[in-house]
């Protein structure tokens, strides 16, 4: 589903991504772990088309590379950003139908006017919105606002957002950050569910919980360098990623 030749990311003398190549299978979970500063968010930014790179990106088989943020949102990249945005002031529904954006058909006029083709699309944007709020099962809280909601419910709309424009993968940057253990289990499940649903899910996660547990493929980076990949299984026994990361051992359940 998605191929990265030889990403390299300078930033003025830092090498933040260094000649990566790696594939993320169609209908898993991979998981891009490594420790602080390792590069991690570079290269989702390097796959978003956030920041210049060396190599190549395919996505599901089309070279990527020099489009822009937009069109590789429209050849099926979702993504959601290390910093969670949501708009405290507005309803669930309303944050996730401004995932919709980059799908709406309509322009300024037609705002204006309210013409049938803006309703038509609102509409559009309104059923997707609903049905990604009952694959992540909260349909119930569609009309509450979303400030008054528990940061883990946040968190839901941030990834709800990100699948509004049905993306073939989903670029999760660390969606576990300040969850509590309960919170980031029920996360973990909608992760799964996203998944079985077809959609392939590349995750960037400090919980290693999580990552153990979810995770069809694990690629581990240090200093921009891919260092392992494999299971968690293998990932966990590889010497150099105990060293540069895990610290200690660590056992797979
Ligand atoms: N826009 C930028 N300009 C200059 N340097 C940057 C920029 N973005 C990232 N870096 C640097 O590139 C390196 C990789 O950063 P990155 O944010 O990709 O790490 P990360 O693996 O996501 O870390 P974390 O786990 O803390 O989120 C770091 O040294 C960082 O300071
Ligand atoms: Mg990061």
């Known amino acids: ?26 209908k898993t979970i991979h998981s891009l772990i490594g420790p602080n500063g390792a590069g991690k968010t570079t290269v989702f930014n390097a796959i978003s088309g956030l920041v210049k790179h060396d190599g190549r990106v395919l996505l599901d088989g ?7 943020v937009h069109k590789r949102v429209y050849h099926g990249l979702g ?62 809280i569609l ?10 419910f946040q968190k839901l709309i941030d990834v709800g957002r990100a699948l509004m424009t049905e993306p073939k993968i989903l670029l999760l940057d660390e969606p576990a950050a300040g969850l509590t253990e ?3 289990d029920i996360l973990k499940e909608k992760i799964i ?32 360098k891919k260092i392992a990949e494999g299971t968690a299984q293998d990932v966990v026994n590889n010497e150099e990623v105990i060293k540069a990361y895990l610290g ?3 056992t797979v359940q």
């Open 1 to 26: 589903m998605l191929k990265l030749e030889n990403i390299s990311v300078r930033f003025s003398g830092l090498v933040a991504v260094d000649n990566l190549t790696m594939e993320v299978k169609d």
């Open 248 to 250: 200690t051992a660590v």
């Open 193 to 224: 569910r996203i998944r079985d649903n077809g959609i392939t899910v590349f995750l960037i996660e400090h919980d290693m919980r999580m990552v153990l547990d979810i995770s069809d493929r694990i690629t581990v980076i240090n200093f921009g």
């Open 143 to 152: 009309g509450v606002y979303a400030g008054t909601l528990p940061y883990g």
């Open 79 to 140: 993504r959601s950003f290390q910093n969670i945005i949501i708009f405290k002031y507005m309803t669930v529904l309303q944050n996730l139908m401004i995932g919709y954006h980059s799908k709406l058909q309509y322009n300024h006029f037609d705002e204006i006017v309210y013409t049938n083709r803006f309703t038509l699309e609102e509409r559009k944007a309104r059923l997707r919105a609903i049905e990604v709020a009952d694959l992540l099962g909260i349909k119930t």
């Open 62 to 68: 089309k070279d990527i590379t020099h489009l822009p």
């Open 182 to 184: 309960k919170e980031s």
